[in-house]
């Protein structure tokens, strides 16, 4: 998107309090039901002592961990700093915005999600969707960095199960 874009996205929502305090819900309650539904199939996998607690707790450690060393290697500026905007709400984050973080965490939780429950992984498949247009409306990351995050977040998950035997790709 170009800045003009950002700026139009903004002027929208700046005329309209209420849908910017939906998106800023929206945002906020996408991110913390991830981990909330996450955290929950830990534990419940965790009390029911089930074997499959060490892929789902380490895939998607590994994934997040991947794609961390990948944004600092890649480090690309975020669009308000390449652009020169303020983005929707306050953010002082420099660089670092591809991939998304908050997508290829949240595609990476989906998709360990599936080996347990497939109607979970269908909430937090569309949660890190919600997640993804969230960072874009707001300006902190361009719609390549968020597919990019989603895309490497659900390979990466579907790989490391592959290279478990759990999966077959």
């Not at 002592?49 to 060393?69: K, Y």
């Not at 993804?132 to 409306?137: D, E, G, H, M």
Request: aromatic residues 12%.
């Amino acid at each position: 998107m170009k800045k003009q874009q950002y700026e139009a996205v903004f002027a929208w929502f700046g005329a309209r309090p209420r849908a910017k305090a939906a998106l800023h819900a929206a945002a906020a309650v996408a991110v913390a039901g991830v981990y909330a539904l996450y955290i929950g199939l830990l534990l419940w996998l965790a009390v029911a002592r089930q074997p499959l607690f060490w892929a789902e707790a380490g895939v998607p450690a590994a994934v997040f961990l991947l794609g961390t060393a990948l944004r600092r290697c890649i480090d690309r500026p975020r669009p308000y700093e390449a652009l020169g905007f303020a983005p929707l709400f306050p953010k002082q984050t420099r660089g670092q915005s591809f991939p998304s973080r908050h997508c290829f965490s949240a595609a990476g939780i989906a998709v360990a999600a599936a080996f347990v429950s497939a109607p979970l992984a269908a909430v937090l498949a569309a949660l890190a969707c919600l997640i993804a247009a969230t960072r874009v409306l707001t300006g902190v990351h361009y719609p390549s960095d968020v597919l990019a995050g989603l895309a490497f977040g659900a390979l990466s998950a579907a790989a490391g199960f592959a290279l478990l035997g759990l999966w077959r790709l």
